[in-house]
């Protein structure tokens, strides 16, 4: 190698050096106007086991668990838009209706998700099932085509809806099954068959008895209702054949007042407390909490 091909070469080190930082910095240290672009999320497998979540509260077995299902979650925000997302509402409800039940004792929780992230459909009950759970409770919020439709339902599984309402109410909230490419046909043709599970086993009375505290309970703290009676349809979420399971649609997250109540941490804790006193009671006769 000639004395001038040295020098050449020596010389332009740095100079390739740099180049190659020019390049390769944005990888590695990407600004944050290049990941405005970037959306990624993972979908969990189908038919693949979800980690279980934490059990809080009595180290005792024996004493009552239930599980708190806070609907939607991820990209999948359920109704309302902004800050009001069904997603948001839910999660808030469902941890302070931990809290209160875990600060009141006696009672073992967990949560089906206690951050914002999606979960699928039939993962729901089936956490609850590999817990051993006492009770399913998914709380979710709704919106309508009139502003005018406002406060809160309890509803328990059914074949058939009680109500046109119901039924449309049910289509929605199994729609965010489809995402995960669970077949809605398939669902509501095991809800049959979770029927009859339901009766020789008396899960079905023990979700109405719960509903009809929940609802109760609403009453007594003058938190509007929007049906008096437990309402009854195919929903997805509540398919655990041998645990009594109820939905609570909290409220219409596009009625002013309702929303008001639904994202304001007295009206998400004047919701879970309501809650709370329902599940304690349905405890208390079943057990003795
Ligand atoms: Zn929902």
Known sequence: MSRSTQLVMILSAPLALAIALWVLWPRFFPSQRDLDYVVRFDLPEVGMPVDLPRIDGPGDA?????????????????????DAKEKTVALRIALALRNRLLEDGGIRVALTRDADRFIALPDRPDMARRLGADLFVSIHADSADSDAARGASVYVLSEKGSSEAAERFAARENAAGRVNGVALAQTSQTVG?????????????????????????????????????????????????????????????????????????????????????????????????
């Open 62 to 82: 024996s004493r009552p668990l239930v599980v708190i299902d806070a609907g939607h979650g991820g990209f999948d925000p359920g109704a309302g838009q902004g």
């Open 193 to 289: 068959a979770i029927l009859l599970d339901l009766s020789q086993r008396g899960t079905q009375a023990g979700s109405t008895q719960v509903g009809e505290l929940v609802l109760r309970e609403m009453r007594g703290a003058n938190l509007g209702l929007h049906r008096d009676q437990v309402q009854t349809a195919a929903l997805a979420v509540l398919k655990a054949p041998d645990i009594p399971s109820i939905l609570f649609e909290t409220g219409y997250i596009n009625n002013e007042a309702d929303a008001q109540l639904l994202t304001s941490r007295a009206g998400q804790q004047a919701l879970a407390d309501a809650a709370a006193r329902a599940i304690r009671a349905y405890f208390a006769r079943k057990v003795g909490v």
